[in-house]
């Protein structure tokens, strides 16, 4: 049932009073509490069965607020923050000493964005204090795109679960590094590359084989994250066992298993992958075989949950 004013304010509540609640993002769901208190934020990590070493997203209502938790506010994060807020994007700044070193997994930055879903705004605005949330999964499974997937998933580990339907964009947001000399995109999302580049100029892509010494900017790059709990193929079905396939519309399977056709371009397929993908394990297959997307940058974002949910194949038993 979708969430009332009523279902927020109570939600609200919880927050300030150090609890956890789930809420719905246009992105994933969020597992959220106050960022400025440590106890709370340490719920979110035993919640998740999450390492401490994982920094959380801070979500905020405002630029204002944004400010609030930042040491600066450079001119690129302006006008980003004025093209794409509220929307999938997270600024990674210099974070004031008030943020608790859990936030930021003791980095001096934090990742900040404001959400572009009436429920999320509504709380955090209720609330009246910046809230961090992580998708609301355990730890390196999938994202939750429903309430009733972070219900099946977390249920009895959260005090309350806000409900907004389905979300509109998918997949996680695009990770932007302002903290440094350069932008540096740290995780690719449905805004792209170009959109920012359009905006503020050149963007590198973090890539660790430039930098082979630099420890991991962002633990969302861990090559193991959002899979589902069936092994998952980015290429062909193997020849036993029983699966299923997803194809993008434009291409055609003649393959003898069930099949998904997802929509043949980037915001609709990403609206349904994980969905797709939380339905699909719940049916005890072998396998799930995901026919890969083209490697064109408008898919990168897609491509690189598919290649970090997939298990590298393996020869089949004799
Ligand atoms: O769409 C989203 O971003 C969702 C919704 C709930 O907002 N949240 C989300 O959170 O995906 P999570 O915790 O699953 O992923 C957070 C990502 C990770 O890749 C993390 O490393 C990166 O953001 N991150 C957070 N703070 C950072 C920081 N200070 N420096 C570098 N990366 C950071
Ligand atoms: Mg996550």
């Not at 923050?81 to 980095?107: C, E, I, M, N, S």
């Not at 005090?159 to 540096?184: H, M, R």
């Amino acid at each position: 049932m979708p969430s009332t004013s009523e279902d927020i304010r109570r939600a609200a509540g919880i927050i300030r009073r150090g609890g956890l609640v789930a809420f719905p993002t246009e992105t994933v769901y969020g597992l959220g509490a106050n960022a400025l208190d440590p106890e709370a934020v340490h719920r979110i990590f035993v919640a998740k069965g999450r390492p401490s070493t994982n920094p959380l997203i801070v979500h905020v209502a405002d630029i204002e607020m944004a400010k609030s938790i930042a040491t600066n506010w450079p001119a690129a994060a302006d006008s980003l923050a004025q093209r794409f807020w509220p929307g999938p994007l997270t600024l990674v700044l210099t974070k004031r000493t008030h943020v608790p070193d859990l936030v930021t997994a003791g980095l001096p930055t934090v990742g900040i964005r404001v959400p572009a879903h009436p429920v999320a705004l509504a709380l955090i605005r209720e609330a009246g204090v910046p809230v961090a949330a992580p998708s609301a999964n355990r730890f390196t499974q999938l994202s939750p795109t429903t309430a009733e997937h972070v219900r099946a998933g977390l249920g009895d580990q959260v005090d309350f679960i806000l409900d907004g339907g389905p979300c509109q964009v998918g997949i996680e947001s695009t990770v932007l590094s302002l903290a440094g000399p350069s932008p540096i995109l740290l995780r690719p999302g449905m805004i792209a590359k170009a959109d920012l580049e359009a905006v503020i100029g050149p963007v590198r892509a973090f890539d660790k084989t430039n930098s082979p010494s630099q420890p991991e900017p962002s633990p969302g790059l861990h090559p193991r994250h959002y899979s589902p709990r069936t092994r998952l193929i980015l290429g062909d079905p193997p020849a036993i066992g029983r699966g299923a396939v997803i194809v993008p519309g434009f291409d055609k399977t003649n393959s003898p298993h069930p099949h998904v056709y997802l929509p043949n371009e980037p915001a609709g397929y990403a609206v349904l992958i994980y969905r797709t993908l939380h339905d699909l394990d719940q049916q005890s297959l072998d396998w799930i075989a995901v026919q890969p997307p083209p490697d064109t940058p408008a898919w990168s974002a897609i491509l690189d949950r598919l290649r970090r949910a997939a298990t590298p194949p393996s020869p089949e038993p004799a």
